[in-house]
């Protein structure tokens, strides 16, 4: 959080939509806003830029949850991130391609993203550029393949 | 003096689960900290994908056995948000009543913990016989003590059976006059407050930052309750209060849980009074299909140790596509290393008696 008050203490859902999409706009579009609810599509260029921001000029305090999607022709990261001045929560889907999976860390804008990237990039293979320490967390060290991607199969999946 | 790695768990008296915590000493001085989870990971959102819709219920209760209700709970709100459907008002109170009765004996069940941790072996008692009252009426409710698989999607499984009413407010009246008792005697222990006051001290903004969420979160002076803030279930019609603290230190996470369960009972006691007002034919729950449509949704609530969070893909059929769960103790432990940098060691288990640890969510 910054100290110099600059901030917004509760923004609007459509005050956050109108924002977000005129300070980075051909990188970012509105999926749907509902109450306390705003839903985005970022670039992956555009990420760290999309959170600092809401962290700095929106007051977004927490990034309540990061998680990996895989949809089998392109991967797909996912944040939730929580404003405690007026509950509204923010999702991000950010596309990463399956031949390049790179995508800039949160991790030192929000302190509690650390251990959801680091689960991230062990269960989906996604890996967080500028993150302090980006190794397995869940699963043994000794892996080489990645659980949660849909090539790794369970017992009776086709 | 050289430093020292100590390496506490994955057995250990403090721990509550397994989970390692590595510490590097100098003398009694706590230098630096490092969590290690990981020993209890199961794939449990892997799992869901192979199992339809209604046969995750029982499965989201075994996340955390002391908090079953609220897990069943999330779930089913993130998947009635993909069918859109909205509860009866009998079913949310019904909802609301469970939940509280959930938070109660969970935090009774951290309150023997944590005290036994500091030595008090009579809370460890006296704790565990009043909790034993509120898993009697999980089982007059549910039929089971714990994992109790009562919410259903789109409602809850049955309605109250006979005489429910008067048995949970015997147990809550009773509740409010014993938790004064166990006040007086945790507030009356010097040696407790001693061990307690000014330990694990974390400021507001660090709060928020590191993703602490619940008791943990309010503890430190955030002044956010989901069930307030982000309302579900008809909880903006309860008239009650969130229990904040500003000071930050391990006393004050244990004040806001003591004053949770009071507000607890205030709600239940509320919710009960509503419900009476309610028509008997109104039902508890609604017929949904078994294939959601495609889309994402999520859900959170305020689960006792925080905020869960359960993010839900649907493709259409009638198994999840990707199901996610943010556990509130995932990320409190993640921030354990700066609770513990700088006490000393004999303090550790005091703070992190304070977290309430939970390891079957955590690792998942």
Known sequence: MVDTKDFIEAPSVEHIAGDVTRVFSPNITVRKVAPRRVHFNCDREAIHGVCKYLRDALNFEQASSVCGVDWVDHLQVVYHLSNYSNGVMVEITVDVPNDDPHIDSVALIWEGADWHERETYELFGIIFDGHPKLERLLTPQNYEFFPFRKSYKLRGQQ | MA???????????????????????????????????????????????????????????????????TWAHVYCKVVEEALEVELSDRAKYLRVIADEICRIQSHLMWLAAMGTDLGNLTIFLWALREREFFLDLNVKLCGQRLTTNYPRIGGVRNDMPYLFERDCMRVVD??????????????????????????????????????????????????????????????????????????????????????EMFQSCEIIRQAMVKLKGLPRTDPVRFKVPRKVPAGTHFARLEDPRGESLMYLISDGTDKPYRLKVRSPIFVNVSASKHFVEGVRIADIPAIMGTLDMCLGETDR
Not at chain 2, 39 to 44: I, S, V
Request: hydrophobic share 40%; net charge negative.
């Open chain 2, 3 to 69: 430093d020292m790695w100590i390496t506490m768990g994955p057995q250990h008296p403090f721990s509550h689960g397994l989970w390692t915590l590595k510490i590097r000493a100098d003398g009694e001085i706590v230098k630096e900290a490092e969590p290690v989870v990981g020993y209890l990971h199961r794939g449990w959102e892997k799992e869901c994908e192979n199992r339809t819709y209604p046969l995750i219920i029982p499965m989201a209760d075994r996340l955390c056995y002391s908090a079953s209700m």
């Open chain 2, 174 to 259: 009773r509740f409010e006059k014993v938790m004064w008792e166990i006040v007086a005697m945790m507030d009356g222990s010097s040696i407790f407050l001693s061990r307690m006051r000014g330990v694990g001290v974390i400021n507001r903004k660090d709060a928020a930052n590191y993703g602490l969420t619940g008791p943990v979160m309010r503890g430190s002076g955030v002044d956010f309750d989901i069930r307030r803030d982000d309302p579900y279930c008809n909880y903006d019609q309860l008239d009650w209060e969130v229990a904040v603290s500003k000071d930050g230190d391990a006393y004050a996470r244990y004040a806001v849980r003591i004053e």
